[in-house]
Antibody, heavy 119, light 107 residues
Framework: QVQLQESGPGLLKPSQTLSLTCIVSGDSISSGDDYWSWIRQAPGKGLEWIGYVHYSGSVYYNPSLKNRLAMSIDTSKKQFSLRVTSVTVADTAVYYC???????????WGQGTLVTVSP | DIQMTQSPSSLSASVGDRVTITCRASQSIGGDLNWYQRKPGRAPKLLIYTASTLQSGVPSRFSGSGSGTDFTFTISSLLPEDFATYYCQQSFSTPKTFGQGTRVEIK
């Protein structure tokens, strides 16, 4: 059973950089079929797909956030990471990491971590 | 981006009821539609993928149907553990997008 666990700071101030890490256990992170993804949900809003990183290092970002994003993967540590620069209050959300299988569906998710951006 | 519209946004139902949720895509997505269940404090759970395929280990009271732009998710007989929020998601094109969710509450 694949398990994912997010970690990162719970509170940030506007203009700071958000850094989150997702640790993967129970399966390889280096399968060509898997896309390691970030998804978030702001209060009162729907789920928003942020983007993915592949074990090869290739990435794809949601165009709505593209200019502020960076994702990376460390296969030796079985973890992948998200950085969002210049955060604002609008970046307050629960952030989930998830595995997207073959680009078709998100079959395993972390429990989510709440990130609050407040002056 | 493809917009996903779910209805209703919430519903109240009793144990044993049949529950149906609909999801409409802003353009045709073939059968590239998935359904998830989310409970507070828990990791979201994949229930159905490619519109009608039951994820391994998911009870058969959950089902999905549809193609093109209109999709349906059904719980045939609601159990207490099914009270949760359900989301549809299209995987036809990037960026992947989700419906706004349907909260299933106890009547």
């Amino acid at each position: 059973q694949v398990q994912l666990q997010e970690s990162g700071p719970g509170l940030l101030k506007p203009s700071q950089t958000l850094s989150l890490t997702c640790i993967v256990s129970g399966d390889s992170i280096s399968s060509g079929d898997d896309y390691w993804s970030w998804i978030r949900q702001a209060p009162g809003k729907g789920l928003e797909w942020i983007g993915y990183v592949h074990y090869s290092g290739s990435v794809y970002y949601n165009p709505s956030l593209k200019n502020r994003l960076a994702m990376s993967i460390d296969t030796s540590k079985k973890q992948f990471s998200l950085r969002v620069t210049s955060v604002t209050v609008a970046d307050t959300a629960v952030y989930y990491c998830a595995r997207e299988r073959m680009g078709d569906y998100f079959d395993f998710w972390g429990q989510g971590t709440l990130v609050t951006v407040s002056p | 981006d493809i917009q996903m519209t779910q209805s209703p946004s919430s519903l109240s139902a009793s144990v044993g009821d049949r529950v149906t949720i609909t999801c409409r895509a802003s353009q045709s997505i073939g059968g590239d539609l998935n359904w998830y269940q989310r409970k507070p404090g828990r990791a979201p759970k994949l229930l159905i993928y490619t519109a009608s395929t039951l994820q391994s280990g998911v009870p058969s009271r959950f089902s999905g149907s549809g193609s093109g732009t209109d999709f349906t998710f059904t719980i045939s007989s609601l159990l207490p553990e099914d009270f949760a929020t359900y989301y549809c998601q299209q995987s036809f094109s990037t960026p992947k997008t989700f419906g706004q969710g349907t909260r299933v509450e106890i009547k």
